[in-house]
């Protein structure tokens, strides 16, 4: 540590030059003789250099008083950047990115209402209240309560990612939910039709499917496999064995981030072997090297008279329910949309994906598409 003595007689050199005092603390020695207190230390992990003040005007006590003062300042300055809402929504969608499929869609709905208010703000100044409003002005009085409930989740998932990482102290957005009007009371389901009309829907479509081939057949996957759309149309040949009559999804592809196995029926057999080969993808795009674009198979059912009645994503559900309603054994059902059951201790144990089982129940399904294909 410097003494009085020194920094009374540092003299001026050709360049500039420090003491250093310790913790940071040092004198700069000005080729003119002027002396100043640099507190210039690594904080956090960010560099920091202050002027404290001119010497002798801040004496050498006083120097090391002020620079205690603003280390603990930059401190508090830097914890609060860290803890900002949209710092710590960057590390928790890292995680999420690692865990599920439909990740955009989180960042995207957060960006657009959440982040603009509160993305500069410290996590544990952001009260309960202040988030409800803010929905409430930009979602609720448009009827968006789907989209409220989905931030709510998202904003109750980041809060205890906050607690466990020892950004916030208590856990205070955890039922925002329950301030809005009953998700169960408005849910909208996904579009879609009774597996009984089936057969008059596919008459409309088949036609129109003549001017629009490929994506007739695209959606036709979709009845085959009962994917999700952004998985059967991302299909790749590689994925395929025609041998062993499965197709295997890799987890990244899937929405829950499992792999998952579809039996090939003797339909989608058919439809697999006469398309043709282009390049990795069954379903190549016609504009770029890319798949399908799933927004078109969307398009093709508006345009042909099934507006707000049927979406490709509705025709899992016809499928559900159509399995319902001829016995299908619920796991074996539930395994042919690829939903995932149970606690992690069950999924642990029981690692069955009811393959053959479900190789029996969609062919009995396609078998009834094609019945309908035909009336």
């Given at each position: 540590m410097l003494n009085v003595l020194q920094v009374k007689s540092a003299k001026p050199k050709e360049k500039i030059y420090h003491l250093t005092d310790g913790d940071g603390l040092m004198l700069r020695v000005y080729p003119n003789g002027k002396k100043k207190w640099i507190l210039s230390k690594s904080i956090q992990g960010q560099r920091i250099c202050k002027v404290l003040g001119a010497y002798p005007e801040l004496s050498i006590k006083d120097a090391r008083a002020q620079a205690v003062i603003v280390d603990k300042e930059i401190r508090i300055t830097c914890?609060?950047?860290?803890?900002?809402?949209?710092?710590?929504?960057?590390e928790w969608l890292k995680l999420k990115k690692e865990r599920i499929k439909n990740w955009p869609d989180i960042e995207s709905r957060i960006n657009?209402?959440?982040?603009?208010?509160?993305?500069?703000?410290?996590?544990?100044?952001?009260?309960?209240?202040?988030?409800?409003?803010?929905?409430?002005?930009?979602?609720a009085k448009q009827g968006k309560y789907e989209t409220i409930k989905r931030i709510c989740g998202s904003l109750r998932e980041l809060e205890v990612f906050a607690f466990n990482r020892g950004q916030v102290d208590a856990l205070k957005w955890q039922n925002l939910n329950?301030?809005?009007?009953?998700?169960?009371?408005?849910?909208?389901?996904?579009?879609?039709?009774?597996?009984?009309?089936l057969p008059e829907a596919?008459?409309?479509?088949?036609?129109?499917?003549?001017?629009?081939?490929?994506?007739?057949?695209?959606?036709l996957c979709g009845f085959y496999t009962l994917l999700r759309p952004g998985e059967y149309t991302a299909l790749e040949w590689s994925w395929i064995d025609f041998e062993n009559k499965v197709i295997t999804v890799p987890a990244e592809t899937m929405k829950m981030k499992r792999p998952h196995r579809v039996p090939i029926t003797t339909q989608l057999e058919v439809l697999l072997k006469n398309r043709p080969r282009i390049n990795e993808y069954v379903f190549p795009s016609t504009q770029s090297e890319g798949h399908f674009v799933e927004e078109s198979g969307s398009r093709f059912?508006?345009?042909?008279?099934?507006?707000?009645?049927?979406?490709?994503?509705?025709?899992?559900?016809?499928?559900?329910?159509?399995?319902?309603d001829h016995d299908i054994p619920y796991d074996v059902a539930e395994k042919c949309i690829a939903h995932v059951g149970g606690t992690e201790t069950v999924l642990a144990y029981d690692r069955s994906d009811l393959l053959e089982k479900r190789r029996s129940a969609m062919q009995q399904w396609c078998d009834y598409v094609e019945e309908c294909?035909?009336?």
């Open positions: 914890s609060e950047e860290d803890n900002t809402f949209k710092a710590i929504f960057t657009t209402y959440i982040m603009p208010v509160f993305g500069d703000l410290n996590i544990k100044r952001i009260p309960p209240l202040a988030l409800i409003r803010s929905m409430e002005s930009q979602l329950s301030t809005f009007i009953s998700p169960a009371k408005i849910r909208k389901n996904r579009p879609s039709i009774p597996w009984k009309e596919m008459t409309v479509l088949q036609k129109a499917g003549l001017k629009a081939r490929t994506t007739w057949e695209v959606l059912l508006r345009r042909h008279g099934f507006k707000d009645k049927l979406v490709p994503h509705g025709i899992r559900s016809i499928g559900r329910t159509w399995m319902h294909l035909h009336k």
